[in-house]
């Protein structure tokens, strides 16, 4: 558990793959470290790190993803639209850009994802307590809290390293967050998607709700980027579409497959089918769409978010019906809440003088952790699902 580069190269001999797909970017960070740190000339070795390489492309790629800066500037010598960007490495730095740029603004530490280590500040306040924070090394305690809770060490093991992590600050662009998700091989793109949010789990979070769309600009500034990348595999890169122009801004670019890479679309926009292809050497043929809406709402995203939600019945609801054990474990409490632990944290933790009141509508009040995940089987849901929501496609067994 706390070694994962240990734990990772037994899975990869153990399973003896011939393409490595990183889901999320700890993974995408993990596959990069085991190519530089494999050392030694023998066949294990050797194959072990041409896996890595054929599977990301350019395995040092993984790296410059997460370091926010560094991407920022590469991106912007492809002529890629950027927010107005700068490395900061002092309080005095901090000022002197927010005075020359102003509020509100974006500020975003290396090495984090999934819309952490963002933070959008609208005075100076509240610019120098989340530089504070970002600078300075993760708290240990909150590491081992996550660690027990969430079963992910990486938030404790980032806690011991001595290094700052770098900060950047960035214009705020007001506007709708998007994505495009790319199959892509040796710095060229082979299929893609386009998306827009329409629902996020919070401000910065990832969407639960999007809109398929096609967008020029963000499908020319990903091209530019895989190649001069050089990578292989699924990536995904997302963008700000300013309000006021429409123009499309990178944000970043994640190492991994990004929640709508699975979906069906049609030649051209099936992610997997082109990757397949260009791996077994056969032309790409996509199976027909079988996603007839541009409307998708995320599963179990948009679900947690909010159970009463429109588009859980107007729209196409993306559940994998032919896994059910995956949507049994997402209808189920998180990680963090699970277990013995879990229950002794909660426990330990102060309790409200009065219960909260249940409200009909989970969007017209605060909503609990407890009231957000009440259990509920895999039956009962299918039940649900057949009854009120989008989906009636499915014969159940």
């Known amino acids: 558990m706390l070694k994962p580069l240990v734990s990772l190269r037994a899975a990869i001999e153990s399973a003896a793959p011939d393409f490595v797909i990183p889901c999320d970017d ?5 596959l990069h470290q085991l190519y530089v740190r494999t050392g030694g000339t023998g066949s294990s070795a050797n194959a072990l790190r041409a896996l890595i390489a054929r599977s990301l ?7 410059l993803a997460t370091a926010r800066g560094r991407l920022m500037a590469l991106a912007a010598e492809e002529g890629v639209r950027i927010p107005e960007t700068a490395a900061v490495t002092k309080p005095g730095e901090l000022n002197a850009w927010l005075a020359q740029n102003g509020f509100p603004a974006v500020i975003k530490v290396d090495r984090t994802w999934g819309g952490q280590g963002v933070s959008v500040v609208r005075n100076h306040e509240e610019a120098e307590h989340a530089f504070g924070i970002m600078r300075s090394r993760p708290a240990m305690v909150n590491g081992m809290a996550r660690m027990l809770l969430e079963r992910d060490p990486s938030f404790f093991l980032n806690s011991l390293k001595a290094t700052r992590r770098s900060v950047i600050l960035q214009d705020f662009i007001p506007g709708t967050p998007a994505n495009r998700a790319v199959a892509c091989w040796q710095g060229q793109v082979l ?3 386009s998306v827009e949010a329409i629902r996020t789990q919070h401000p ?9 769309i096609e967008n020029p600009e963000m499908s020319e500034a990903v091209n530019r980027l895989v190649r001069r990348l050089g990578i292989s595999g699924l990536w995904g890169v997302d ?3 300013e309000a006021l122009t429409g123009a499309a801004y990178l944000i970043e670019v994640n190492p991994r497959a990004t929640p709508i890479c699975h979906l069906p679309l ?8 082109a990757l397949y292809a260009q791996l077994a050497g056969t ?8 996603i007839n809406h541009d409307v998708i709402a995320m599963f179990p995203g948009e679900w947690h978010r909010h159970r009463g939600s429109p588009y859980l019945r107007t729209d196409y609801h993306d559940i994998p019906w032919d896994e059910q054990g995956l949507i049994q474990d997402c209808l189920d409490r998180p990680w963090s809440e699970r277990g013995l632990i879990a229950r002794w944290w909660a426990r330990m933790r102060r309790k409200p003088s009065m219960l909260p009141a249940r409200h009909k509508d989970p969007a017209s009040a605060p909503v609990s952790v407890d009231y957000a995940y009440d259990h509920m089987t895999l039956s009962e849901f299918k039940q649900l699902a057949s009854s009120t929501l989008a989906d009636k496609k499915t014969t159940f067994v």
């Open 26 to 30: 700890n993974a995408a960070a993990h």
């Open 57 to 63: 492309g350019t395995p040092e790629a993984c790296a």
């Open 191 to 193: 299929a893609g998607i």
């Open 204 to 212: 910065t979070g990832p969407a639960t709700v999007v809109r398929v």
């Open 239 to 241: 963008f700000v579409l």
């Open 266 to 273: 049609g030649a051209g926009r099936n992610l997997p089918a």
């Open 283 to 290: 032309s790409p043929v996509a199976p027909p769409a079988t």
